[in-house]
């Protein structure tokens, strides 16, 4: 109960909350929670179940959750694993590597080489760089990597997207 009195300096009804989750009991009505469940969940039965799985990793009986799978394939095309953990350790770059080979490598050889790295990036910059400043504003950055960085960038995925007879009336899905 150590940040008991910190939570009471920002409210009362804070106070409240947190005294209802550190005993153990649902809040309802929270909000959106991760993937949508409603709340904080109680931390007792938390602890519990995480105690007894980091004893029996420590043990050698169990080897805890593994995550794999998780964000874009592991690898870029023909290259080796990336991120934490091997070829389907989770970062940043789960998400950006590819993006950025596919970008920044434009003879297609599955590697970037120093001059296509500097390169990318001054094109980058003189296209995202809109009212020609010489300086990049932060909307503009989010701006330019949201255009050439995004995974939709060329469109969605095929088979991503409405059923058919769910398009405007008109179209050929909605006969």
């Known amino acids: 109960m150590a940040i008991r009195p910190a939570v009471l300096e920002e409210s009362e009804d804070k106070l409240v ?49 593994v995550l794999g799978g998780m964000g874009f394939p592991g690898r870029g095309p023909g290259g080796p694993p990336r991120g934490p953990g091997g070829p389907d350790g989770f970062g940043p770059g789960m998400f950006l590597g590819t993006s950025f080979l596919e970008a920044l490598d434009p003879d297609k050889h599955s590697f970037v080489t120093r001059d296509e790295f500097t390169q990318g990036f001054v094109r980058w910059f003189e296209a995202w760089n809109s009212d020609k400043s010489g300086a990049l504003t932060e909307e503009q950055l989010r701006a330019g990597i949201n255009k050439d960085m995004s995974p939709f960038r060329n469109g969605p995925p095929q088979g991503f997207g409405p059923p058919p007879g769910f398009g405007p009336p008109g179209e050929p899905d909605d006969e």
């Open 17 to 65: 909350r947190f005294d209802k989750v550190v005993a153990g009991e649902s809040l309802s009505g929270g909000g959106f929670g991760l993937f949508g469940a409603s709340g904080p969940k109680p931390i007792k039965p938390f602890a519990a179940i995480r105690t007894r799985s980091v004893l029996e990793q420590l043990a050698g009986t169990s080897q805890g959750m």
